[in-house]
């Protein structure tokens, strides 16, 4: 079931009914992928754990208001957003300490280190140029490029058009490439 993305008629309406074991399957479908929006949002996994606790227990209050106007997933993602973008506006954010993951990884086995180490600092280059982008850049790439949501899913998501999402995605692989050419 993970991973689901097919229709989800059935599971809202039993998630509607309270149906205690429908919100296991739902939370087991979509707990990786609102967990990966989340730590690509923030750079940080505690904050993103908080996050995807949040999210399904939002959706779990709001559940009665699903309308299924959008796909299931879509509304999650959509509350998902909102919560990362609110963490990253509020000025009590943590900062995670830079390359702490790094070195534990590198000292737990030495073999193929030198492959490890460069693979590290292209996944934290990455990561740096997302973290870096502005915030309405930053949750379209990871929308799309990460999530694999289409230009509708999106802008059914954020409150856009999908040329606006176009243009936003554009921008942001432009600014991507950018920062990342020396890995290119």
Avoid at 109 to 117: E, H, I, Y
Wanted: charged share 35%; with cysteine; aromatic share 6%.
């Amino acid at each position: 079931m993970e991973g689901r993305t097919g229709d989800d008629s059935d599971l809202v309406h039993r998630l509607q009914r309270g149906d205690p074991r429908a919100f296991e399957e739902f939370v087991i479908a979509y707990q990786h992928r609102v967990f990966g929006v989340a730590l690509r949002m923030l750079g940080n996994r505690a904050e993103a754990e908080e996050i995807a606790q949040e999210t399904f227990l939002r959706a779990h209050r709001a559940l009665a208001n699903f309308r299924g106007d959008a796909k299931l997933s879509t509304w999650l993602y959509a509350i998902a957003s909102r919560l990362c973008l609110n963490r990253l506006a509020s000025s009590d954010r943590r900062r995670p300490r830079e390359g702490e993951e790094t070195l534990l990884r590198l000292a737990s086995d030495d073999a193929g280190a030198a492959a490890r180490l460069e693979r590290s600092e292209l996944e934290q280059a990455l990561a740096a140029a997302i973290e870096a982008l502005p915030e309405e850049r930053r949750m379209v790439v990871v929308l799309r490029d990460v999530q694999g949501l289409s230009y509708e899913e999106i802008a059914a998501t954020l409150g856009l058009e999908p040329g606006t999402v176009r243009s936003r995605l554009h921008r942001a692989r432009m600014d991507l490439k950018a920062k990342l050419e020396r890995f290119l």
